[in-house]
């Protein structure tokens, strides 16, 4: 499987402020997605991350407060905008193959925001 | 989209015993359902995975089960030991997105 990279591994923010997290992934994918897990909750998807293009949400999530960048098939970035104490939670990147679908999970990037 | 639902959400069993969650999705075009195993602090892992072509899949002390009609799906894993307590996650595909059930705990007790 891929290694994936992600960064930061954690922060501590202010309300009002953003975080952009990283993805770099060692070999080129076609999918990328982003994931959020909240305390003690399940993994849910944010939106699929495009690569040249807009990124594709889920309902309930909108790119004015989770804009996404995809400018290559090996690296992406979720900014966390106007974040609020809500915001805290784990972000994951997730990458795979469209052909096989099989999904690997970076290391996640745990945020807390005061 | 998909729905997955997942039980029990937390399960205890004794070592050496045998665990089984169980999970129901609603697309019938899913056809592919992966299971994921997350430790406490660490990212979900791939464990197993199986396609809707096929009805069983076993690796080592862990297996899974498919059942189409019903559009329901089981981890076993048998021989329990303690480090298999953790959170395990079953999902569904949809359009090449995956959909979670919200996860099983899994405790086994030495």
């Known amino acids: 499987s891929a290694v994936i990279s992600q960064k930061p591994s954690r922060d501590i923010c202010q309300r009002g402020t953003s975080l952009t997290i990283q993805c770099q992934v060692d070999s080129q994918v076609t999918m990328m997605f982003w994931y959020r897990q909240q305390p003690g909750q399940s993994l849910t998807l944010i939106a699929t991350?495009?690569?040249?293009?807009?990124?594709?949400?889920e309902s309930g999530f909108v790119i004015d407060k989770f804009p996404i960048s995809r400018p290559n098939l090996t690296f992406s970035t979720l900014t966390v905008s106007n974040m609020s104490p809500e915001d805290s939670s784990i972000y994951l990147c997730?990458?795979?193959?469209?052909?096989?679908?099989?999904?690997?999970f970076g290391s996640g990037t745990q945020l807390s925001v005061l | 989209g998909e729905n997955v639902e997942q039980h029990p959400s937390t399960l205890s069993v004794q070592e050496g015993d045998s665990a089984v969650i169980k999970c129901t999705y609603s697309d019938s075009a899913s056809n592919y359902f992966p299971w994921y195993k997350q430790e406490l602090g660490k990212r979900p892992q791939l464990i197993i995975d199986?396609?809707?072509?096929?009805g069983e899949k076993k690796d080592q002390r862990i297996a899974v089960t498919l059942n189409k009609t019903a559009k329901h799906f089981s981890l076993h894993i048998t021989e329990t030991q303690p480090e298999d307590s953790a959170v395990y996650f079953c999902?569904?595909?949809?359009?090449?997105?995956?959909?979670f059930g919200a996860g099983t705990t899994v405790t086994v007790r030495a």
């Open positions: 991350a495009n690569q040249g293009s807009e990124a594709t949400y």
């Open positions: 999902a569904a595909n949809s359009d090449y997105k995956l959909s």
């Open positions: 997730s990458v795979g193959h469209r052909q096989n679908e099989k999904l690997f």
């Open positions: 199986i396609r809707s072509n096929v």
